[in-house]
């Protein structure tokens, strides 16, 4: 018969209370029941762990030998357990994710701030990085998942939609184009343009817009930040093109941000996980708080509209 840790729990109950009787009101079984588990494990274990006396329950020489390290061994399981389901609760844990740096700035400081206020003492570690790099981070394995927009991910990885926007032109103070409602791809060819480095998405989506229309742009100042080029902006150094979703467009409203169009240049923004790995349960609680804000976003949007 094996060894269980029902049976470990009892003896370990029995020999602290010195009682039968006291260990099964504390357990919640009855004394015959308890009796049995205490049998089952001397039988496990093929040894006499405890003697009944007129003063109650006595451990033996092989009992008191087992209750040596067992009761240490229950209080390390007991505190692990409860750390579990801490975990499981969403009470404690750490999320590590890579992502966009015009996600970073924009839409996840609102969810980090609502998801300390429904779980204070999850912590949440943002790497930001290029598109090709979140992927890459969550190949293999530095972070619980990544927030950028679709390449082709392959089997290991999968893409989850949470949001498309729309690549926008803001323009410095008093430029003529701020009179049109939409301004036509084909016109910002001819204009001194503040782009992203080549190696961002957005620089990427760009490019291949003009392609398209069969310009190819050198842009008038190029930058790692967005936040940069808005105050380039500012300086009347040029047009930025910047996602609608981006926190700089609300921070400069001194500018005027108008739509492309003939063609639009959309992305969709995606989350990124590995294929054969689950979610901790804190990295699930940022990714449903990250799409209530996104939900709440979208709703402001149409309600404005």
Not at 178 to 202: C, D, G, H, Q, V
Not at 234 to 252: D, F, T
């Amino acid at each position: 018969m094996s060894v269980t840790l029902k049976g470990l729990r009892a003896f370990n109950t029995v020999l602290r209370y010195g009682s039968f009787t006291r260990a099964a009101g504390l357990l919640n079984i009855t004394q015959p029941a308890l009796t049995v588990q205490i049998r089952q494990l001397e039988m496990g274990l093929g040894l006499k762990l405890l003697d009944r006396t007129p003063r109650g329950a006595e451990p033996t020489a092989a009992g008191r030998e087992l209750a040596r390290s067992l009761e240490p061994l229950l209080q390390e399981l007991d505190h692990t357990i409860a750390s579990l389901q801490d975990l499981a609760a969403r009470r404690r844990g750490v999320v590590r994710l890579a992502v966009l740096p015009s996600v970073a700035s924009g839409l996840l400081p609102g969810a980090i701030a609502r998801l300390h206020a429904s779980h204070p003492n999850l912590q949440v570690r943002v790497r930001e990085a290029v598109t090709g790099e979140v992927y890459e981070q969550v190949r293999s394995g530095q972070v619980d998942f990544g927030i950028a927009t679709d390449l082709q991910p392959g089997g290991e990885l999968s893409l989850q939609r949470l949001f498309q926007d729309q690549i926008m032109a803001m323009l410095p103070p008093g430029h003529a184009m701020a009179a049109m409602p939409l301004i036509p791809l084909p016109a910002l060819a001819k204009e001194r343009l503040l782009l992203l480095e080549t190696n961002s998405s957005i620089r990427q989506l760009v490019d291949d817009a003009f392609a398209r229309t069969g310009h190819i742009v050198a842009p008038a100042q190029e930058a790692v930040h967005t936040g940069t080029l808005v105050s380039m902006a500012r300086a009347g150094l040029g047009i930025v093109l910047i996602p609608s979703s981006a926190a700089e467009i609300a921070m400069a409203p001194e500018l005027a941000v108008r739509p492309i169009g003939h063609p639009h240049i959309c992305r969709t923004v995606s989350l990124i996980c590995r294929s054969d790995r689950s979610l901790p349960p804190s990295a699930e609680a940022l990714v449903e708080t990250l799409r209530e804000v996104i939900d709440h976003s979208a709703d402001g949007g149409r309600a404005g509209a």
